[in-house]
């Protein structure tokens, strides 16, 4: 069992309704001679993290921005969130909405040489089917027929409206079928070969990725940079301070702290959209004092999510009034009411009730003689506002008698206990977390 599956129980946080790109606005330096300012230099971009380059799991925060210059997909989606087709050039389907046909683009290659066709995208697509990848086993594809190079007849075991909004996804990358056969599981997440405007020069893991234009890329005139350089900058203040200093043109991601000062400066500019990502806290059930659904019920209670929007989000957010989904997220319904309203006289009650009250006077409630005190593990930097939020629930559970230590972790360390059966995993209480989904559908949650 993964530490993050059904042995925990959530109290959710807040609603993030903005996600944040910061880039300078001066230019990259143009290459000498180019004939036309807007081609040539060098990009730098700050991320959180660069683990790997894997586009099966981009389900790290700032990855998906950088999977998707040297990979794409069959589809995308426009400015206004629109599902538009991108490697797909025309779609037609049966009146009964079961038979879709894909029309390619021709012309295109990998960036090893081999042809993008119709088969490479058959290879794709029956992997994460073959492969139960979680966004692959949704889709209810009963047939693949290759009907030439650059067309895909796909038929469907039952009507599926959301089958679109799955393949815009980065984890639905293309690569070279040639490609990965040649590297495996393994080589994917050091390498690439894609169809993207970029190709991958190098990669130093959790560290550079150094990127070189695609001269052979499909789209004319693109692209128009010679080079990104994408740094892992894991402190998202640092990544403001070498923006503002110009270390970096582009930031993935600061800290809400910093983004008004940002704001201020002209050569500055703050890119924000809705997001469909919550932060919420994951409690673990198995063990005393979390086993007890009056200690967890307590904790909500006890949260002041309002006090947490105005001091770690500064109104870049909104109360969650249900658990994961949002007003960016289609299938939303919102709730009548918060099921656990910000009460502390509750949280103390619930807690006596559990048999945890303060009865030695040193304001840390106890039951049987031993103290409540509990970890939360929590990452810094790695998505905006994540320490701040665990240090303020910190402060609201110490009100009411819980001592919490919050144990900070590198955000490669973080996201690799996540995986790990619960026996191996280093032991915490509770873990500060952040969801939301790729697709935008509730059905994929």
Same mark, same amino acid.
């Given at each position: #069992?993964?530490?993050?599956?059904?042995?925990?129980?959530?109290?959710?946080?807040?609603m993030v309704v903005l996600m944040l790109i910061v880039s300078a606005c001066q230019p990259a330096a143009p290459a000498a001679d180019s004939g036309d300012d807007r081609y040539g230099g060098n990009l730098k971009v700050g991320v959180a993290s660069i683990v790997h380059l894997d586009p099966n799991d981009v389900n790290q925060y700032g990855l998906n921005e950088i999977v998707q210059l040297f990979y794409e997909t069959l589809f995308d989606r426009n400015e206004?969130?629109?599902v538009v087709p991108l490697l797909v050039k025309e779609v037609s389907q049966s009146d009964d909405g079961l038979v879709h046909t894909w029309k390619l683009h021709e012309g295109v290659k990998?960036?090893? @040489?081999?042809?993008?066709?119709?088969?490479?995208?058959?290879?794709?697509?029956?992997?994460?089917?073959?492969?139960?990848?979680?966004? @692959?086993?949704?889709?209810?594809?009963?047939? #693949?027929?290759?009907?030439?190079d650059h067309t895909l007849e796909i038929t469907l075991s039952r009507l599926y409206t959301g089958m679109y909004n799955i393949l815009a996804v980065k984890t639905f990358s293309i690569y070279s079928p040639s490609f990965y056969e040649e590297v495996g599981s393994d080589g994917i997440k050091t390498q690439a070969s894609g169809t993207g405007p970029f190709k991958v020069d190098s990669y130093t893991p959790n560290e550079k990725l150094e990127l070189v234009k695609n001269d052979d890329y499909w789209q004319d005139g693109l692209p128009y940079l010679d080079s990104i350089t994408v740094m892992e900058v894991a402190d998202a203040n640092t990544r403001a301070t070498m923006l503002e200093a110009g270390e970096i043109h582009v930031a993935v991601g600061t800290s809400i702290q910093s983004l008004e000062q940002l704001k201020l400066d002209e050569n500055i500019k703050v890119l924000t959209g809705p997001s469909s990502r919550h932060y919420y806290v994951s409690m673990t059930n198995i063990y005393e004092p979390l086993d007890d659904k009056r200690v967890r019920q307590a904790f909500n209670y006890a949260i002041d999510k309002e006090g947490i929007l105005e001091a770690a989000f500064k109104g870049y957010a909104s109360v969650a009034d249900v658990t994961i989904v949002n007003e960016a997220v289609n299938g939303y319904s919102p709730a009548a009411t918060h099921?656990?309203?910000?009460?502390?006289?509750?949280a103390t009650a619930l807690?006596?009730?559990?048999?945890w009250t303060d009865s030695d006077g040193d304001g840390i409630v106890d039951k049987d003689g031993e103290p409540m005190e509990l970890i939360l593990r929590t990452r810094k930097g790695a998505v905006p506002g994540d320490y701040e939020t665990a240090e303020l629930v910190q402060g609201m559970l110490l009100n009411v008698g819980?001592?919490?230590?919050?144990?900070?972790?590198?955000?490669?360390?973080?996201?690799?206990?996540?995986?790990?059966?619960?026996?191996?995993?280093?032991?915490?209480?509770?873990?500060?977390?952040?969801w939301g989904t790729f697709t935008g559908d509730a059905e994929y949650v």
């Open positions: #069992m993964k530490q993050f599956a059904s042995k925990k129980q959530v109290f959710t946080i807040v206004d969130g629109e990998f960036h090893d @040489g081999s042809d993008f066709n119709a088969e490479a995208v058959k290879w794709n697509i029956m992997r994460k089917i073959d492969e139960e990848k979680p966004m @692959g086993s949704m889709l209810p594809i009963s047939n #693949m027929k290759v009907v030439d099921p656990y309203p910000y009460d502390t006289d509750k807690l006596a009730e559990a048999g819980v001592k919490v230590n919050v144990d900070v972790a590198d955000t490669a360390s973080f996201l690799a206990e996540l995986n790990q059966p619960i026996e191996d995993a280093p032991h915490y209480d509770m873990v500060n977390l952040t």
